[in-house]
Nanobody
Framework: QVQLVESGGGLVQPGGSLRLSCAVSGGLFRAYTMNWYRQTPGARRELVAAITSGGSTNYADFVKGRFTISRDNAENTVYLQMNSLKPEDTAVYYC??????????WGRGTQVTVSS
């Protein structure tokens, strides 16, 4: 059974930084594409960043230059480094992953709040 567990969320002031982690167990992490999504109340879940098994990355325009996705295959963990945070980055952040055509695994999410 594949499990994804996010951590690292919290309250941060505008302009600050946070690093989210997503630990994956029970699956073939090395082969997985991994994504970070976020969602605010009443809105659709939106893709923030993605990283393939080969390390290629892709970002939503609204985080380019501020967020960095990375992975550690030895630790079965994917990270999201978030810098220059804005109040509009406030959301629940979800980890998602799986084989490229079957991205079916989800974590439960971690709350990020950007506020002074």
């Amino acid at each position: 059974q594949v499990q994804l567990v996010e951590s690292g969320g919290g309250l941060v002031q505008p302009g600050g930084s946070l690093r989210l982690s997503c630990a994956v167990s029970g699956g073939l992490f090395r082969a997985y594409t991994m994504n970070w999504y976020r969602q605010t109340p009443g809105a659709r879940r939106e893709l923030v960043a993605a990283i393939t098994s080969g390390g290629s990355t892709n970002y939503a325009d609204f985080v380019k230059g501020r967020f960095t996705i990375s992975r550690d295959n030895a630790e079965n963990t994917v990270y999201l480094q978030m810098n220059s945070l804005k109040p509009e980055d406030t959301a629940v952040y979800y980890c998602n992953g799986g084989l490229p055509s079957i991205l079916k695994y989800w974590g439960r999410g971690t709350q990020v709040t950007v506020s002074s």
